[in-house]
């Protein structure tokens, strides 16, 4: 079973809500991603998780907070978004980051998204 | 110049035709390879890795060249459910994953 699963699949916020995304997966994976894609922009990524620890920030905003409760459940805490946040946001996961770990190509695989729309 | 650079196309072919897309990566120590399909407003999925000695699955073929910085997916017998928009994604050791700016194509009846 290759599924991750993301709630909600649709969000509309204002700039002073705090809101949060989901993200879930059973495959005993231990990277879970962030990824932030635009309309006709490949996916790019936020963050990355490795055995629930923080690995990758790519410089994102801290009105935008990770978190992994533990290693089936990654979360996007918002607040205080702005408009140019409005974005699919994708999660997915993978065995491992590291491929000197892993020692095999690390194969992501993505949840549904969550279409997030900032008013 | 971008990390992992793609035709953004459209490639627009008959059914049943052959097509090619080349994808180059700047980054030397990358080490994992992937094609991924998306269609539109759904979420990217795996297509196939890219292994070194190149590998093929049903109508699709990739190949890997390390010494020139590229990596290609060849489509045979091209089905209008193949049109959607292909992005290779370069990552591996300790840098992040990064994906190309993605193909298009449209199949034609």
């Known amino acids: 079973d290759t599924e991750v699963t993301q709630t909600p699949k649709h969000l509309v916020m204002g700039m002073t809500n705090k809101k949060s995304l989901k993200c879930e997966q059973h495959?005993?994976?231990?990277?879970m991603y962030w990824y932030k894609q635009k309309a006709k922009k490949p996916p790019e990524l936020m963050f990355v998780?490795?055995?629930?620890?923080?690995?990758i920030n790519e410089s994102v905003p801290s009105r935008f907070s990770p978190e992994c409760p533990n290693s089936s459940l990654l979360n996007l805490h918002l607040h205080a978004l702005q408009p140019e946040d409005s974005a699919l946001y994708l999660c997915?996961?993978?065995?491992?980051?590291?491929?000197?770990?892993?020692?095999?190509?690390?194969?992501?695989?993505f949840g549904p998204g969550t279409r997030l729309t900032v008013t | 110049r971008k990390e992992v650079e793609q035709d953004p196309g459209p490639f627009n072919v008959p059914e049943g035709a052959t097509v090619a897309f080349n994808c180059t990566y700047s980054?030397?120590?990358?080490?994992?390879f992937f094609w991924y399909r998306q269609d539109c407003r759904k979420e990217p999925k795996l297509l196939m890795s890219?292994?070194?000695s190149g590998n093929e699955d049903g109508r699709f073929t990739a190949q890997l060249n390390r010494a020139s910085q590229y990596i290609s997916l060849l489509i045979r017998d091209s089905k209008l459910s193949d049109s959607a928009t292909y992005l290779c994604?370069?990552?591996?050791?300790?840098?992040?994953?990064?994906f190309g700016t993605g193909t298009k194509l449209q199949v034609i009846p």
């Open positions: 997915a996961s993978s065995q491992d980051w590291v491929f000197e770990l892993a020692g095999v190509p690390l194969e992501q695989y």
């Open positions: 495959m005993g994976h231990r990277a």
């Open positions: 998780y490795s055995y629930e620890k923080l690995s």
């Open positions: 980054n030397s120590a990358s080490q994992s």
């Open positions: 890219v292994y070194s």
């Open positions: 994604v370069a990552s591996g050791g300790y840098q992040k994953v990064t």
